[in-house]
């Protein structure tokens, strides 16, 4: 039985029969264990470096100055501890300037992990431990190179000069480096309070690091833990933003080889069916021979267990090459190498292939096990068995099962599961509509060609099977659509966010009294600079109900939120960009106190749980102020204007100490003029938003191009789709046409016939595929990127055509096989 399972495994596969079947299998593997073997190797470094990411065992983080207890208390268990302070700010040289990410430490940073500096941009550098002397920085070459200082130099920050004695190749807890955008200058902790920049309102990040025996850590962090006080968190492992943006990362490739798997799982279903189809004739010759339905099943059992553990291992082999582009096209994100990955991925791809070929060839196989002798003599096969529903039953239980296990999540492997199952229905009944519109329309024009007339009979005949054809034609065409016309106009929609004259400069650390001199300073460039007032304040109450983070156990975000301090202000009328969404803007005042109202945007209402009337009691340097919320807004983050997420109605907090904000747009080639302007100012952060733009943008290209590699995989198994569908059409038309032949039809009549059936059916699976990539995308540009996609109703037509065009020149290839071979020969294969 071995012997011949391999002996019509090895003519099946010279035949071509198996093509499909093993690309399709090979696809969904490879687009699998690619993201696998990435996602592993990107976990292992998260785990065998957590402590070098965080450059100590744990640490302390805050937003305030931290309290000497818990460094005392650290120190008394027998730890070791260091602080560092950071913050953004602008760096003076001679006339230029640059935003830098300012990080000041101790002697005793870092605990884990060591620092290297040098004396050339381009050098490895020297592993030292400790701070810069007092008096000197160290800074990242790009800093370097934008300021066009190295070494020796001297470099202002703030009100202190300071001279550049390195250069900073590494930092063990920089992070990867999308999360810093600024260039990096660190200076001795001695050294902060001389510079004058650590004032009310500025972005101050405290950190104490501490590092010691594992217990010892262990017992800390119990003992600090019910100590924390708001905007105190601690990190232990990986940074939280590290794992974040890397899991962010993993879910949307997972996504990605996601469909891959469904749209192969979609080639193998046809593939396998066929492959059945065109072998029931010989398992009832071989059980007219004597072979039992247990031999002819276990025969062809064995055939796919050995393709489909070849075709998984080639699969394997194929993801484990492919995650090596997506390291090398995302290198410049990760401080250091990434350790090699481990065989968990191999293994899980060569699960997922024998469970998808076992979950889509046991249904047919059982067909083979229950054929007749006298299929030989009679070519129906009957009503279908029970246990063969049960067994497509099966199949679908495991596919589903397959897709919770890749998305690795339950709701989400959930809503994929519903959304895939719903989608596979509401396809297919409009498939079937379609079908049946195109058969009344038939009907009532009766006067057409004699190809339409035929073509369009025949589809109305095999409605179902038609409907089907239809419905694999459709998802290869949305996902050719999704991957190259919706991407695009998402993209664009993306760029039109962004107003041309949108402000690109953004000021903070403003002090009240520096208002009108700045003002002042600005009005001969003629840059129209906008202020805001901007009061710090933490959110401590929602109603009567005590806010914290506890309360928000499954929401990251909101917890964050909480522990943060929020920035506020106060303003008469709606801001620009603004509109209202829920409730009224604030009274007008008339005599007498106002009341103490809040504006709050709509997102964040709804991420905490605010609605309207509740009133909000925040703490504003240690006083209480409660407002009671009035409206609720939608924001247009993209038109780059100042932003607030709670609005206070005047008199409520302008006695609070506040800072200012500011924002402008500055023409290009006018950046020089900037210098003398702010030279008077070293207390001032001026953001470049089109260097943060671009920086961004740059990190989108890294991770557009592997997630277009993962596409890669998924277009080629919407082309194999695409490939089994047409050749189903031409295995249903086969007979039929040859009867007609041998009826009297020509050749040129059968042609049209059938050109004129795949033209129809073409058109409906375009029109199915447009409407489904359509919606797609709008999802999309709501759910992923918060954009207003304009409808790109030109893909409708377009769609339709390329459907109607694909469908037809592949019909000119295959037509002249089919029409050429004798009608006689036909009838007796068939």
Not at 423 to 439: D, K, P, S
Not at 598 to 617: K, Q, Y
Not at 749 to 760: C, H, K, N, S, V
Request: proline share 5%; charged share 15%; glycine share 10%.
């Amino acid at each position: 039985m071995n012997k011949l399972s391999f002996l019509l495994l090895y003519r099946d596969a010279r035949s071509g029969e198996l093509r499909l079947l093993v690309l399709a299998l090979v696809l969904a593997v490879a687009a699998m264990t690619a993201v696998g073997f990435f996602s592993d190797r990107v976990r292992q470094a998260l785990v065998v470096e957590a402590n070098q990411l965080l450059g100590a065992d744990l640490v302390l983080a805050s937003d305030h100055d931290l309290a000497p207890e818990f460094e005392a208390q650290a120190r008394e268990i027998g730890l070791q501890s260091a602080h560092t302070v950071s913050f953004p700010s602008m760096v003076m040289a001679g006339t230029g300037f640059r935003l830098a990410d300012v990080k000041a430490v101790d002697a005793l940073y870092p605990l884990r992990g060591q620092l290297r500096i040098s004396s050339s941009p381009e050098g490895a550098g020297d592993a030292v431990r400790g701070a810069p002397e007092p008096g000197s920085v160290w800074i990242e070459p790009r800093l370097g190179a934008e300021l066009g200082v190295g070494p020796g130099a001297l470099l202002q920050l703030g009100k202190l000069p300071l001279r550049v004695a390195a250069y900073l190749n590494f930092e063990p807890d920089r992070g990867v480096n999308f999360l810093g955008v600024a260039p990096r200058l660190m200076l001795n902790l001695a050294d902060l309070e001389a510079t004058g920049l650590v004032q009310n309102g500025a972005r101050v990040r405290y950190r104490l690091l501490v590092a010691g025996e594992s217990r010892a850590v262990e017992k800390f962090s119990q003992w600090l833990l019910p100590r924390l006080g708001r905007g105190e968190k601690l990190e232990e492992g990986t940074r939280q933003e590290v794992r974040s943006a890397l899991e962010r990362a993993r879910r949307f490739l997972g996504l990605a080889s996601l469909l891959t798997v469904m749209l192969a799982a979609t080639a193998m279903a046809i593939a396998v069916n066929r492959h059945i189809q065109r072998h029931l004739d010989g398992c009832a010759l071989l059980r007219c021979l004597g072979a039992s339905g247990g031999e002819v099943l276990r025969l062809y059992c064995s055939q796919f267990l050995i393709l489909g553990l070849a075709a998984t291992l080639v699969g394997v082999a194929l993801g484990f090459v492919t995650h090596y582009a997506f390291y090398q096209l995302l290198a410049g994100l990760f401080p250091s190498a990434l350790p090699a990955p481990g065989g968990m991925p191999a293994l899980q791809g060569l699960v997922l292939g024998l469970l998808l070929l076992l979950g889509f060839a046991l249904p047919p196989l059982l067909r083979l096990y229950r054929i007749s002798p006298l299929r030989v003599i009679r070519r129906d096969l009957g009503l279908p068995p029970p246990s063969l529903l049960a067994a497509y039953g099966l199949g679908l239980l495991v596919f589903a099962g397959l897709i919770f296990w890749m998305a690795d999540d339950p709701r989400l492997g959930g809503s994929v599961v519903v959304a895939f199952g719903l989608a596979l229905v509401l396809f297919l009944f409009v498939a079937r509509g379609l079908v049946w519109g195109i058969a009344w329309l038939r009907h009532q024009n009766i006067d057409q060609p004699f190809g339409w007339r035929y073509g369009l009979a025949s589809l109305e005949r095999h409605a179902w099977a038609s409907s089907l054809q239809i419905l694999a034609l459709a998802l290869g065409f949305m996902a050719l659509l999704l991957l190259t016309v919706i991407r695009s106009e998402l993209l664009a929609a993306w760029e039109r966010s962004v107003p041309a004259d949108a402000p690109n400069r953004f000021i903070i650390n403003i002090q009240p009294e520096q208002r009108q001199r700045l003002l002042e300073q600005m009005r001969p460039t003629g840059w129209k600079l906008e202020l805001a007032p901007m009061v710090r304040g933490r959110l401590t109450k929602i109603g009567e109900r005590a806010v914290s983070p506890a309360d928000y156990p499954e929401d990251e975000r909101a917890q964050s939120l909480v522990e943060r301090e929020f920035n506020l202000s106060w303003r008469a009328d709606l801001p620009p960009g603004n509109r209202l969404e829920a409730g009224r803007w604030f009274a007008a005042t008339a005599t007498g106190p106002a009341a103490a109202e809040a504006s709050v945007e709509a997102g964040l209402a709804r991420t905490l749980g605010i609605e309207l009337g509740d009133e909000l009691t925040f703490s504003i340097a240690g006083q209480p102020v409660t407002a009671r919320v009035t409206s609720l807004r939608k924001l247009d983050w993209d038109s780059m204007r100042i932003n607030f997420f709670v609005l206070m109605s005047p008199g409520v907090i302008d006695a609070m100490p506040a800072s200012y904000l500011g924002n402008f747009y500055l023409p290009p080639g006018e950046a020089p003029k900037l210098g003398p302007v702010l030279q008077n100012f070293p207390n001032l952060t001026v953001i470049d938003v089109e260097a943060v733009l671009a920086q961004l943008k740059s990190v989108i290209g890294q991770t557009s191009s592997v997630v277009q590699l993962v596409f890669l995989f998924t277009l080629g198994a919407g082309l194999l789709v695409l490939h089994g569908a047409m050749i189903s059409v031409f295995d249903e038309r086969r007979l039929s046409l040859s009867i007609m032949r041998a009826l009297g039809a020509s050749r040129s009549q059968l042609r049209a016939a059938l050109q004129g059936e795949l033209a129809a059916i073409g058109a409906l699976a375009g029109l199915l595929a447009a409407v489904g990539a359509l919606l797609a995308g709008q999802v999309l540009a709501w759910r992923l990127f918060d954009l207003a996609l304009t409808p790109a109703w030109w893909v409708l037509p377009l769609s339709v055509f390329a459907g109607v065009l694909l469908t037809v020149g592949i019909g000119r290839f295959s037509l002249a096989k089919l029409l050429s071979a004798r009608p006689l020969e036909i009838i007796r294969s068939a």
